[in-house]
Each structure stands twice: as C-alpha cells, then as structure tokens.
T-cell receptor
Framework: AQSVTQPDIHITVSEGASLELRCNYSYGATPYLFWYVQSPGQGLQLLLKYFSGDTLVQGIKGFEAEFKRSQSSFNLRKPSVHWSDAAEYFCAVGAGNTDKLIFGTGTRLQVFP | DAGVIQSPRHEVTEMGQEVTLRCKPISGHNSLFWYRQTMMRGLELLIYFNNNVPIDDSGMPEDRFSAKMPNASFSTLKIQPSEPRDSAVYFC???????????????FGEGSRLTVL
C-alpha cells in the first residue's frame, strides 16, 4: 500500500524568501504524486502533479516540485514566497493499481512580512 | 462552473443524534471520495465510489458510518449515532475516473464542519 510522509508540521518563512516543503512517499512502483494547497476554511486545490516524464514539474502560483526516485521524494519549492502563500500544503500519492489517493498530514506555512 | 457542493457547511448536534452530510459532485465526474480531516489524524480517506459503486470503504471508522451514492449527482455520508469523537471537517471530492489510470485531479468541496456535543 502506498503512504506519504511530510516531516515538517509547521514552517515559517519571511516574505521574499525561498521555500522548500518536503514530501517522502512509499510505493513499490512509479507513483502518481500531487501537491494540494488548503486555505483556511476552504477545500483543497491542486498545485501540481507528476505522472511520468520530466521529473521537474511546474504548477500554479509559481510553485514547482521535483520527483527524485532515488530518494522517494517529491519536494515542493518556490523561489520567492508571497504573504498570500500562507496556507496548509498537502502531498498526496496515488498508485496505478488502485484508485486511492492518500494524503500526508500536511505542512502549515506561515509567512512573515 | 459549479464545483463540488457540500451541505451543510456547519452542523452542530448532540451525541446520539443522526447526522447526514450531502455532496453533489461536478457534473460529468464519475468518481467520488469522502475524506475526514482532524488536527490529530489529518486527511483520512473514508470511502470512494466509481460509477456510483463503492470500491473501498476500509477507511470507514465503524458501523456507525455509512455512505451511499444513489446516482451520479448525489452522495450522502451518514453517522448514526454520532459521538463527540466524530467532530471533524468532512470533505467530498470528485474526479473523472478512467479505468487503470489513477491520474485524474481531485476537485474538493468546501467541507462540512461537524461538531458533536
């Protein structure tokens, strides 16, 4: 069964600083990987996804993520954080032999001016 | 375009009462998921349907929980009787499902916040 770990519960950065949120997955074959963002009181919105091909994927709002098979990771990055990026971020993993999409526990991002 | 619509947005009830949460998926989507979100456990997959058929309900906590999808445009999650530990935000999400391809983006509703006193 697939699983996903987000080691950082809470991250604080200054506006304009770079950001990296960590995600590690467990799955025997090539997983399908997603990053979602949740603003307070809202549902989740897809930022980006990886299925195959180029391991560096671009998403909305200036985010990107890199799939590293050797490290079982799919870290989310942004070169310069804006105050509006403050939210909770979820990594999720799906597998080809099941329709399940399993989410990590999330990382709460706080941005200081 | 209408997204996934959930009702009620907020529900406060007393222990022992029946709770019914409702979800209308995006038109044309044939796969529907119910998740529960709590501070302690994060986002837990409760059950999902493909083409109105329950595929995996292994995440349903216990027999007090039941979910139905009588047609492609409506699903319910029922808790009977409710308990304080059921307090959480319940999310419904839908997507277009293609057999053998677990790649479709999930679109989430805004959630139903349940408080059981």
């Amino acid at each position: 069964a697939q699983s996903v770990t987000q080691p950082d519960i809470h991250i604080t950065v200054s506006e304009g600083a770079s950001l990296e949120l960590r995600c590690n997955y467990s799955y025997g074959a090539t997983p399908y990987l997603f990053w979602y963002v949740q603003s307070p009181g809202q549902g989740l919105q897809l930022l980006l996804k990886y299925f195959s091909g180029d391991t560096l994927v671009q998403g909305i709002k200036g985010f990107e993520a890199e799939f590293k098979r050797s490290q079982s990771s799919f870290n989310l990055r942004k070169p310069s954080v804006h105050w509006s990026d403050a939210a909770e971020y979820f990594c999720a993993v799906g597998a080809g032999n099941t329709d399940k999409l399993i989410f990590g526990t999330g990382t709460r991002l706080q941005v200081f001016p | 375009d209408a997204g996934v619509i959930q009702s009620p947005r907020h529900e406060v009830t007393e222990m022992g009462q029946e709770v019914t949460l409702r979800c209308k998926p995006i038109s044309g989507h044939n796969s529907l998921f119910w998740y529960r979100q709590t501070m302690m456990r994060g986002l837990e997959l409760l059950i999902y349907f493909n083409n109105n058929v329950p595929i995996d309900d292994s995440g349903m906590p216990e027999d007090r929980f039941s979910a139905k999808m009588p047609n492609a445009s409506f699903s319910t999650l029922k808790i009977q009787p409710s308990e304080p530990r059921d307090s959480a935000v319940y999310f419904c999400a839908s997507r277009l499902w293609l057999a053998g391809a677990n790649t479709g983006e999930l679109f989430f509703g805004e959630g139903s916040r349940l408080t059981v006193l």
